[in-house]
DNA sequence: AAACTTTTTGAACGATCGCTCAATTTTAAC
DNA sequence: GTTAAAATTGAGCGATCGTTCAAAAAGTTT
C-alpha cells in the first residue's frame, strides 16, 4: 500500500471480491477478509473503511472485470451476436467450476441485501443496469450489421439477456450437469425474440 | 407448544418463514426470530434443534405455501396455461409489493448458501425441482387439452418457466416500477416455446 | 392434592463479530 | 544521519452470535 500503491490495491481489491463472490456479503467476515488479502485490520480500514467501503470496492472491481471480458468477446469476433453468445457461455458455463461461485455477483448481493444495506444493494442494481447498457449497445450494432431483427429495441433485447442469464444461472446452480445449459444457450439467441 | 401443538407450531414457523425470507439464513438472528416467533430459545432448541433445523422447516413451509398456491390458481381457472401464467404474476408482480422479499426464497437461499450448509442447499434444491415438476404436470394437462403444442416436452417447458421466474425476480427487484413485467409474463406464454 | 412428566424460561457461556487505536515500523525529505 | 510523516501492526474493545441448562411453571396422572 506505501508506494506502487495501485498494483497492490488491486490485486487486494481482486482477492476480497473472490472471497465476497463466494460467500456473500453477510457470510464473510472481515477475518476472512484478513486471511486472504493478507492485511491486518488497521490497514483494512485505513485503505476501505469499512466492511461495506471494501465491498462497494468489490462490486465496482467484478462488474469493471465483467464488462472488460465482454470486450474481450467482442475483440475474437466479427459478430455482436456470437460475441454475446460467448460471453452468456462463460458466465452460465464456465463460471459454474471456474469462478468463486457459479452465481452472478451482483444478482447474489441484489437478492442478498434489504433496505439495511441500501448503498450497497443501489450499487448492485446499477452495476446491473450498466452491463445492460453493454448489452444493448452490443445489440444495436448486431441490428445495424443486419444480424439481428429490428422489430424489438436494443434496450428490450438486451433486458431479454439480462433475463435469461439470472434465470439460467439459478438453474445451473440448482441442476447441476444435469442442466443442458449449452443447448439452452443456442436456443436463446436462435429462437424468438432473435 | 404443550397441547394443541401443531396450530401453533404451523403459526411459528410461519414468521419464522417470513422473517428467514426477507433477510437470508445468514442475516438473520435466533434473536431476531425470537422476537417474531415469541419463543424463548430454550423452547426454540428444544423444538427445531437449531438455526438451520428451523430454516429447513421455513423452507418446507415456503415450499408447502407455494404448491398450495399454484393449485388454488388451477382451481380458479379451467385453463392449466392461465392457471400457471396467473400464479407467475402473483409470484413477479405481487410479491415485489406484498411479500417480505420479492425474491423467491428458494432460489435466494440457493445464491445464498455454500457447501457449509450443504442440508440446506440441497432442501432448496429439491424444493424448485418439486415445484418445476407441479409446473410439468400443469402444462402435460394443457398440453391433453390442446392448449399447448406437444413439440417440447411437459418438462422441457416446465424448466423455461423456472428459468423465466428466477430472471424476472430479479430484474423485477433491480428495476422496481420501470420494468414493464405484465407485457414481459404475456409475451411469456404466447411467444416461444408456447 | 400429591407425585410425576413435559414444557418454558432467561441468565449466561464461549466464540466470534466489526472495528479502534496506541505503539511500532517503514518511507520520504533534508 | 536525523527527523517528520505515513503506513502497518495486533491486542483488544463492546456488541452480538448460536447455543445450553438448571430452575420454574404448566400439564397430566393417580
Redesign the pocket.
Known amino acids: 500500500?506505501?508506494?506502487n500503491?495501485k498494483f497492490?490495491r488491486d490485486q487486494v481489491v481482486n482477492k476480497a471480491t473472490d472471497l465476497y463472490w463466494e460467500k456473500g456479503f453477510?457470510a464473510?467476515?472481515?477475518?476472512?477478509l484478513?486471511d486472504v488479502i493478507d492485511?491486518?485490520?488497521?490497514?483494512?480500514?485505513?485503505?476501505f473503511g469499512?466492511?461495506?467501503g471494501l465491498f462497494k470496492e468489490a462490486l465496482k472491481c467484478y462488474t469493471q472485470q465483467g464488462i472488460a471480458a465482454l470486450h474481450a468477446c467482442r475483440r475474437e469476433t466479427s459478430s455482436p451476436i456470437s460475441a454475446l453468445q460467448s460471453f452468456v457461455k462463460m458466465l452460465v458455463i464456465d463460471s459454474q467450476t471456474k469462478a468463486p461461485n457459479g452465481m452472478c455477483m451482483l444478482a447474489k448481493t441484489v437478492a442478498e441485501l434489504t433496505e439495511d444495506n441500501a448503498e450497497l444493494l443501489e450499487e448492485a442494481k446499477n452495476s446491473l443496469k450498466q452491463i445492460e447498457t453493454e448489452f444493448a449497445l452490443l445489440i444495436a450494432d448486431a441490428q445495424a450489421l443486419g444480424e439481428v431483427k429490428q422489430n424489438q429495441t436494443p434496450r428490450e433485447l438486451a433486458r431479454y439477456i439480462q433475463i435469461q442469464i439470472s434465470g439460467l444461472r439459478v438453474y445451473a446452480k440448482t441442476y447441476g450437469q444435469e442442466a443442458p445449459l449449452d443447448q439452452m444457450i443456442e436456443d436463446m439467441f436462435t429462437q424468438y425474440p432473435f
Open positions: 500500500m506505501r508506494k500503491a497492490d453477510h464473510t467476515s472481515m477475518r476472512n484478513q492485511m491486518r485490520p488497521g490497514s483494512i480500514y485505513a485503505t469499512s466492511k461495506e
